[in-house]
């Protein structure tokens, strides 16, 4: 019994000795792996969306200018030029027209106020005295908005060089009182007010 408890022992302390000897190496390990890093960054900003109108009283923006004593048949032009100032192209612009004083001048879809836009390819030639301003186009005119009743919500314009970034319009804005107004209208009177609106352009890969 002598010898078989010797040789327990023997083998107890062999087999502590391994897992020591296995613990160390592990441990080892631990400070053989191969490592890279490497980085890099970018920066983002964001474009701008500016369309304006130029200053208003001034040849640029007549759409201040009142009107007054009209009667059927009387038509009213106010040019006023519309600029991209912001940094990116537009995928379009609209116009909205609401009236604060309202009247049968402009509840009245049909007898009421019509409205139509055109552009010249360099500014308008102004003539008249004040506020019965007339305009010609020594250039190239085109249609930017067709006759249609003079309050409308995201009306969209054609045919605009300010799409563009950088690019201005000019318009020459017309209001013509039909001569089917009747009666009716006598005595009234409306404050309409032009609101453009530019939409950025579509997005795209950058």
């Known amino acids: 019994m002598g010898l078989s408890l ?10 502590a000795a391994l897992v020591g000897a296995a613990a160390s190496v592990a441990g080892l ?14 920066t983002v900003s964001s474009g701008t969306v500016v369309v304006g109108l130029g200053t208003a009283g001034s040849a640029t923006n007549r759409l201040t200018v009142a009107a007054s004593g009209i009667v059927p048949g009387d038509t009213i032009q106010r040019a006023v030029t519309l600029s991209n100032t912001g940094t990116q192209n537009l995928a379009g612009v609209t116009l909205t027209t609401a009236a604060t004083t309202s009247s049968k001048l402009d509840t009245d879809a049909t007898n009421g106020l019509q ?7 360099v500014p308008w030639t102004e003539a008249g005295t004040a506020p019965a301003y ?11 908005l067709a006759t249609h009743a003079v309050i ?18 000019n318009l020459r804005v017309t209001l ?6 009747d009666n009716t209208f006598q005595g009234t009177s409306s404050t309409v007010g032009f609101s453009f609106t530019g939409t950025q352009r579509s997005g795209t890969n950058q």
């Open 6 to 15: 010797k040789s327990t022992s023997g083998k107890l302390l062999a087999s």
């Open 29 to 42: 390990g631990t400070y053989g792996a191969f490592t890279s890093t490497t980085s890099a960054s970018t």
């Open 115 to 121: 409205l139509v836009v055109d552009s010249c390819s």
């Open 134 to 144: 007339t305009y010609t186009c020594s250039g190239t005119t085109a249609s930017v």
């Open 152 to 169: 409308g919500t995201n009306v969209s314009l054609a045919n605009l060089t300010s799409v563009t970034a950088g690019h201005a319009d």
């Open 176 to 181: 013509t009182l039909p001569t089917s107004a």
